[in-house]
């Protein structure tokens, strides 16, 4: 049987034996639940119900997920956003820390073995991700409360049914029954409700780092980063349009938060408000066409507002940043029907839209130049470009179960489409560059200089099409073993229509003719997997898969050969020395002018990219085996071991400019006074460009590492799920994205390549449970203990050092991860009294964050220099929420 998650009841009857009946059948979503049921010779009268739990097991499928019901979601005190949820899992690791919903307006980067741009956002299996880039972030923020069931697929096990290979955030949409439910909830916390949680050393610090005007305007200024204000106010509606064939339901969900951010100040001596907004809404109507079809559709709506984003540079004050604004919008439609006792056809529409604006706050204007300073890392007045994305998505995916004995086979079709209209601009085309507030250079841009409007004509519009046709056969060769076979066959072709570039102060206007085929790839992935049931009973079992993924793709290809993407060169703009005519702050008033301008080092346009002609779909290979058993107090204990590598990964190399063309140089960097050797690439090359894109082994990386997983369903009044992970991640450092290597190859000064990648972890522990007390209290908590992110030491080299062909160069100084940051611990706590009255449910709670108020650096300056391990970043202090839930 195929069924929506949810606690089912299953009932045998034969003639001639006693009927059975097993209650409390526990279904989640891509998984199989199994249930044991034992005739005994009898009448249909003499019916036994059997009140426990089904197995824990899935010993059909090696699919590793973790599955949290909406109420095993409000039990918890993180159950604000999807990422706060995901640190329960111990395999996940997120980019921030987030206290009691101090992160949940900006999302976290979520890395699962190795893997942070493999991910997908799902809804009913739908995609939903964002089209930047390979499409793998989220620019509608799946809110829990909206849904059902939150499930986390942390590797795939062998099914073709999913193009995405990294951590996979399905959420299940919620369908109404024929009884009428509904709830609302509130909680939040005033400024009075946080704590401090700095020490001493940790203040001197961040005193050190108070810009000297900031500090002028206010000598009292107290360092910190205290949430002003946090609240979520929802409702939710679900029950029967027409009993037994129409269901309806609603939910409504409202979000805010202000903050201030650390070590970010005005002139003024205010420290930079970090205000945000959310409300979302979600609406399903599912029609029971027949007996046994369904039809169904779902809307998701959301507006999403950060009032002071930041753009770029560890610092920034309010004008230097992004007024960012959001407006996705999900439409989809299900049908589901078996057809006769063997076949089962589902087919789903899925109708994406967003509009993505990070303008200009309002204090800036025309002709307002960005200010950069690369020692203290820091934007102010302006930030140099800005953008509009507003983006398109619409797919189908259909699929033919058939039935058959010992097989259960599964034939489908995806098909996605989808793009992006975008424009940029600034309002003066460049960003001034200074060394402790000394000029340095200037960058300018390509883009149109505007300020009157936030919006301006489309520039250009890349598009992707994806085709995708997989099998998947599940097959039991005998009562043991299960095995899983799956073959898709996918294809991506992506284009942009001509367009034209306006003249501007620093290009000429070039209209441009359409591009196609990139990328052109095809691509056949195999899946498979194998599941022993040790003993025939469903509590112990060993899992193997090994599957491939071609990486997501989206739109990342051909915004690369995009001959409009925002690009930038540098010129030099010093301090003037005795004579000098160019290329220095003539006037001496510290803004660049075009007079001022030294020669440009050139545009690295789009143009001035191009594939190699046998380039191939980069591919990712995962491999896993896991033991798992099921003991008594239904508690499952799991280990499993991952390797998770990439291959044919997309690099660059500038073949204009041969490595050998460089000449080593040796200086002493003005700021940090470190020795150093950089490479001057040669002037007769200066401004020269020809980037060829191809798969280069440089960019492999490998990932082997091993989850400790506990899990306890609740009985005996208490639930826990918590584990551990030790793991390490090795590739090229300069490789940000698997696909998307933006480091010239050719370039000597990219040094200590090999090394640790990405949020690298070594170790991890989580741990997260429920317990129920006496009267019906219930009290819940969450903790995680891990080791911190490796650190990137580095050194600026710019024009107060030596005058480079190539303009400033950022050398690494020591193999990455030689340095870490501190170790991250955290507990939050739950406590929640409920009071049942006439079918009604009354829920108050406490909910405290960071209860032990750990203080660990979350973020530093790795630069040498004056500024070297300055803190951008800690942990927030102690947050107490209150909170009530009503329910009916």
Known sequence: LRLVPGAYTVKAEIEGFRAATQENIVVNADATARVDLKLEIGTLQEGVTVTGESPLLDTTSALKQTVLSREVLDSLPNRIDVWSVARVIPSVVLSKVDVGGSESFLQSTATVHGSNDENGFLIDGMDVSNLDGNGTGAVLYLDPYAFQETNYQTSGGGTAISSKGGLLFNMVTRTGTNQLHGGAMFSGANHGMGSANYSDAVRTQLLAGIPDLARAANPNIVPGADILKIYDVGAWLAGPVVRDRIWFSFSAHDQRLDQYLLGNYNPDGTQVLDDNLMWTTAAKVAWQVTRTAQLSYFDNL????????????????????????????????????????????????????????????????????????????????????????????????????????????????????????????????????????????????????????????????????????????????????????????????????????????????????????????????????????????????????????????????????????????????????????????????????LNELGVSTGFAFGTNNRYAANLKWPASNEYNIEVQRQIPGNVVVSVGYTRRETRRNIGVKNVAVPLESYIPLQATEANSGRQVTVYNQSPALRGKTDYLWNNYSDFDTNFNGTDITVTKRLSDRWSMNGGASFGKTVGDIYATSTNNAQVDLNNPNNAFRPGVIGNDVPWSYRMSGVYELPYHVSLSGTAQYYQGFPDTTTVSVGNNTVALTQGTQTLTVEPRGATRLPPVKSLDVSVRKNWKIAGKSFEPRIDLYNLTNDAAVLGRITQLGPTYLRISNIQRGRLIKLGVNVEF
């Not at 204090?363 to 007045?381: M, R």
């Not at 699929?399 to 010992?406: D, E, P």
């Open 302 to 593: 959301q507006y999403k507002l950060i009032g002071h984003r930041n753009g770029g540079g560890t610092f920034a004050e309010s004008r230097a940043r992004n007024l960012n604004d959001k407006y996705p919008d999900v439409h989809q439609v299900k049908f589901t029907s078996p057809i006769g006792s063997r076949f089962v056809v589902d087919a789903s529409w899925s109708r994406f839209r967003a509009d993505d604006m990070f303008g200009q706050e309002p204090e800036v204007k025309a002709g307002d130049i960005s200010h950069f300073d690369a020692v203290t890392n820091a934007y102010t007045v302006a930030l140099p470009t800005y953008r509009d994305n507003a983006m398109f998505r619409d797919q189908v995916l259909t699929s033919i179960g058939y039935f058959t004995g010992r097989h259960d086979i599964r034939f489908g079709y995806q098909f996605i489409d989808g793009g992006e209209k975008s424009s940029n601009w600034s309002t003066s085309g460049m960003r001034a560059v200074y060394r402790n507030g000394r000029p340095d250079s200037v960058n300018t841009y390509n883009v149109p200089i505007t300020s009157t409007s936030t919006r301006i004509p489309v520039a250009f519009e890349p598009w992707a099409r994806d085709h995708g046709v997989f099998i998947q056969d599940k097959w039991t060769p005998t009562r043991k073993l299960t095995l899983n076979l799956g073959l898709r066959f996918e294809t991506t072709y992506g284009w942009l229509p001509a367009t034209c570039r306006p003249s501007t102060t620093f290009v000429e206007g070039q209209c441009f003719p359409e591009i196609t085929g990139a990328p052109d790839f095809k691509g056949i992935v195999p899946r498979v997997s194998a599941v022993y049931d040790v003993f025939g009973d469903g509590k112990t079992a060993v899992k193997v898969s090994a599957s491939r993924y071609d990486q997501p793709i989206t739109l990342s290809n051909v915004q690369r050969v995009n001959p409009l993407g925002t690009v930038n060169d540098t010129r030099a703009w010093t301090v003037c020395a005795a004579g000098q005519t160019s290329g220095c702050d003539l006037n001496g008033d510290l803004i660049p002018q």
